[in-house]
């Protein structure tokens, strides 16, 4: 059964951290390109970041510099370090899988699977 489960979410002050995780089950990592979409509230899924096989990563603008990627292929999870949180990088975050990618996409319509995602919260 293919499995993409997102964990990590929760409620965090402004300045603060999190680190998110997709845990993938059904597929092998090193054959999934992965991505971190974030869906503020009223709004439709923004990429985030994303991790090739090959070991590429590519961030938003608005996560750079603050947010780090990396893949751990041995357990099959992609962790997301999210650091000096703002209230707008609050919401919804979810981890997309495309089989067999080769490149860090940007494009949500490329990817195969989704997790349910996991919720951010950024409040005083």
């Known amino acids: 059964q293919v499995q993409f489960v997102e964990s990590g979410g929760g409620l965090v002050q402004p300045g603060g951290s999190l680190k998110l995780s997709c845990t993938t089950s059904?597929?092998?990592?090193?054959?999934?390109?992965i991505g971190w979409f974030h869906q503020a509230p009223g709004k439709g899924r923004e990429w985030v970041s994303c991790t090739a096989p090959n070991g590429d990563k590519s961030y938003g603008n608005a996560v750079q510099g603050r947010f780090t990627i990396s893949r751990d292929n041995d357990n099959n999870t992609i962790y997301l370090q999210m650091n000096n949180l703002k209230p707008e990088d609050a919401g919804v975050y979810y981890c997309?899988?495309?089989?067999?990618?080769?490149?860090?996409?940007?494009?949500?319509?490329?990817?195969?699977?989704w997790g349910k995602g996991t919720r951010v919260t950024v409040a005083s």
């Open positions: 997309g899988a495309e089989v067999d990618g080769k490149l860090c996409r940007e494009i949500e319509a490329r990817y195969d699977y």
């Open positions: 059904g597929f092998s990592l090193d054959s999934l390109a």
